[in-house]
């Protein structure tokens, strides 16, 4: 799937479905996302392929890969997986497959060891890096609930020489980058490394408004229909 932007708006993501306006990872919540108009719906993975942030966060109603995939098939949507467990990276490589969904889909990760092992046996399927929570020792922070805005100025000024090699340690071949460390640098960076720009999660209109100026490929997002109405003020 071609995640660049180049002259048309950014992509448009549900984050987690579309959290929110409805319960995150369910079903009820991509549902909601498809029927928004998102081009690309993403949702979380973990242990025995079913849809959660983690082992403790699993919805009140569970749903699995399958079902979410399925879902996605039937009305023609991408999909975005964000892997969050070791050693299941096989498992959704072939729900991907099993769903006929290679062509519009993309595995994320925030650790890079899940998309090395990702490329491993789909070196075909786009791999997006997540950051700052990396565990690759490129960001020795843990991420704030808040920042300053001097705080995200420093923050954002040094993220563009850190993407290069943060893309080849992973085997990414797309950067998924929060929000306020995107800046026109850093998404020059990541395209002179043939990396499209995923920017999470951005809810606000004039967040939204910044990254479509930034130049971003994708905007991730809890409501996408507000995504949508800044996209066509714009």
Known sequence: ????????????????????????????????????????????????????????????????????????????????????????????????RRHGLADRAIVSAAVGRILRRTAAVAPELPRAIGYPRDRLGLSDFEWPRSLTETGRRALRAVVPARIPLLLRSSRATALSLHHALVSRAAVDAAHRAGAPVIAWTANEPEVVARLVADGVDAICSDYPETVFETLATL
């Open 1 to 96: 799937m071609n995640f660049f932007r180049r002259d048309g708006r950014p992509l448009v993501v549900g984050h987690r479905g579309a959290a929110g306006v409805a319960p995150e990872n369910t079903l009820a919540s991509i549902v909601v996302a498809v029927e928004a108009g998102c081009d690309v719906v993403e949702f979380d993975v973990g242990a025995g392929l079913v849809l959660a942030h983690s082992s403790g966060e699993v919805p009140h109603e569970p749903a699995s890969l399958d079902e979410a995939l399925e879902i996605l098939r039937e009305a023609g949507v991408a999909a975005h997986v964000d892997i969050k467990q070791v050693g299941i990276e096989p498992d959704v490589v072939a729900a991907i």
